[in-house]
């Protein structure tokens, strides 16, 4: 395998046009070797046209986020939604009526998957309700690190923008041609996302709500206000494409909800960031899974002050601005010492300093996360003082430039109101399009436009398909019982447990095979090299 892996890369590396001196790529041929490649993956890998993130060439095992089975569909990027987009995509590049009609499938089994909230989950299974629950007691219980897999709830997801990506999709499906089915899917979304707003402003990470998965003691914590993982930014962006494309603008006032929600969030000094999930009542910061304490999260806070910042761009309101000096400060106060910083096994530079990644909003001490044991049955997360021989697959650290910051904030603040709202969709809500084109090529490693495209017509399979390495894969999914608490330290800072634990990993001897961010990124450099772009 790893021999077969060398020369996978010794091509990538060396592969060159098979043209000479004076020819160049003729566009019929990377319109051949795009058709190709995409009914291959319509017609062999596709399941009803839905997708999940990778797959053996063998079909014999693929992956979402974890191990699908061969009747998964999974909405979490990059999956169904954006392979809808890329069809989408290449049909405006060609004008290939077969684009279009393969985005229509992606959006069928998209359509299928939809709960009757309106919302989706992770993943569906076209089988049937009955396999999916069966996936989630086996592979997905089992996934040790991947508590959001643990308990099938049989309601939607906000998390990782799943709902909106696929409600995005069926936004431009509609406007596409006007396809009643799409329209029918698109209002259901639009409802749902309405429905499952707090008063407040807030979305719930899952909705309907329902509160029946305790982790770790501590209540369910999929109704807590979320703002992990871009949960209430994903849902204002959605509501706005949708006010502005379908001209209803009784869709801003859930925006400017949400968006001023975000100021009352933010904790008082001198711990004056933001959480990932907030309990509803007293917007007190809550815990999430047991590797996610009750804290103000360093990471969150400084993707929170873009936000502010975009949320200022959108009203022209310096309330939005207020509140940024004293997070900064919050941040630059959390720079561990050089001491701490060693026990951590870290280094910064260029300015930066490193945090602590959770920090107790009542005290400011840090909560460092650690586990012991070996799977989801026999070990346990648990956080304390402590920064060395903390997890690995979820930093209890962060990196901060205290001095970027302030620089942002004196240039947002220095610059002109009205230069700053000018594009804003809320003061100027005139109905609008989407972009033409959701997906972009790259050059790559800085060579040319032709020759990236021509090292992708070369490499095509005769039978149709990319083959890349497969960096991540996981056991296989087996029966066990080891309930008696482990204290084993060997996978205190490993992604994945023992031969137990479902959850992916990192392999050293990568196999090849299909990727869809792969499939994605070449077919976008092929799309936009015939587009002239």
């Known amino acids: 395998m790893r021999q077969l892996f060398r020369i996978w890369l010794a091509a990538l590396l060396l592969v060159r046009p098979a043209y000479g001196a004076d020819e160049t790529l003729s566009r019929d041929e990377v319109l051949r070797a795009m058709k190709k490649a995409a009914a291959y993956m319509m017609d062999t890998v596709s399941v009803n046209g839905g997708f999940v993130w990778s797959y053996l060439p063998d079909f014999s095992r693929r992956w979402g986020e974890m191990e699908a089975g061969p009747t998964m569909v999974w909405t979490q990027s990059q999956s169904t939604p954006e392979m809808g987009h890329l069809l989408l995509d290449a049909y405006h590049a060609t004008g290939d009526e077969y684009y279009y009609e393969a985005a229509r499938k992606v959006a069928g089994v998209l359509i299928l998957g939809q709960l009757p909230c309106g919302g989706w989950n992770y993943c569906f299974d076209v089988a049937g309700e009955a396999s999916l629950k069966n996936w989630y007691a086996t592979v997905g219980a089992n996934g040790w690190r991947l508590e959001e897999f643990q308990h099938y709830y049989g309601n939607a997801t906000f998390d990782d923008a799943c709902t909106t990506n696929c409600g995005e999709f069926m936004l431009r499906m509609y406007l596409e041609r006007h396809d009643p089915a799409c329209r029918e899917a698109l209002d259901k979304v639009i409802a749902f996302v309405l429905e499952s707003q707090y008063p407040c402003g807030g979305w719930p990470q899952r909705y309907p709500l329902m509160s029946d998965h305790p982790v770790g003691g501590k209540a369910d914590y999929t109704p807590f206000i979320t703002l992990n993982d871009d949960v209430l930014p994903a849902c204002i962006e959605f509501l706005l494409k949708c006010s502005r494309c379908l001209d209803r603008p009784a869709l801003l006032e859930p925006v400017r909800r949400a968006m001023y929600l975000c100021i009352r969030l933010q904790q008082p000094a001198p711990y004056a960031g933001w959480a990932d999930q907030y309990t509803v009542d007293d917007l007190r910061p809550a815990h999430a899974r047991t590797y996610e304490p009750a804290a103000v999260n360093t990471s969150t806070t400084m993707r929170m002050i873009s936000n502010m910042y975009h949320f200022y761009g959108m009203t022209g309101d310096t309330l939005f601005l207020s509140g940024i000096p004293a997070a900064i400060d919050f941040l630059a106060a959390q720079g561990l010492s050089a001491e701490d910083a060693a026990r951590a096994g870290r280094r910064t530079g260029g300015g930066s300093i490193l945090v602590p990644r959770f920090v107790n909003p009542e005290t400011g001490t840090p909560h460092y996360i650690h586990r012991e044991g070996s799977n989801v049955q026999n070990g346990r997360y648990y956080y304390d003082t402590d920064p060395a021989g903390t997890i690995g697959h979820y930093s209890s650290f962060a990196t901060v430039n205290v001095a970027s910051l302030r620089q942002r904030y004196e240039t947002v603040r220095n610059t002109p109101t009205e230069e700053i709202t000018k594009d804003s969709p809320l003061l100027h809500p005139a109905?609008?399009?989407?972009?033409?084109?959701?997906?972009?090529?790259?050059?790559?490693?800085?060579?040319?436009?032709?020759?990236?495209?021509?090292?992708?017509?070369?490499?095509?399979?005769?039978?149709?398909?990319?083959?890349?390495?497969?960096?991540?894969?996981?056991?296989?999914?087996?029966?066990?019982?080891?309930?008696?608490?482990?204290?084993?330290r060997q996978y205190v800072s490993t992604n994945v447990g023992d031969e137990h634990d479902t959850s992916p990993f990192a392999t050293r001897e990568p196999p090849l095979g299909i990727s869809i961010s792969d499939f994605i990124s070449r077919m976008s450099a092929m799309l936009h090299y015939i587009a002239g772009e």
Not at 444 to 471: I, K, M, Q
Not at 477 to 482: L, S
Request: aromatic letters at 12%.
């Open 431 to 488: 109905p609008a399009g989407l972009s033409r084109y959701y997906t972009r090529g790259s050059s790559g490693f800085g060579r040319s436009p032709e020759t990236v495209v021509a090292g992708h017509v070369a490499s095509l399979t005769d039978a149709g398909c990319w083959l890349t390495p497969l960096y991540n894969t996981s056991h296989p999914y087996a029966p066990y019982n080891d309930t008696v608490p482990s204290h084993d």
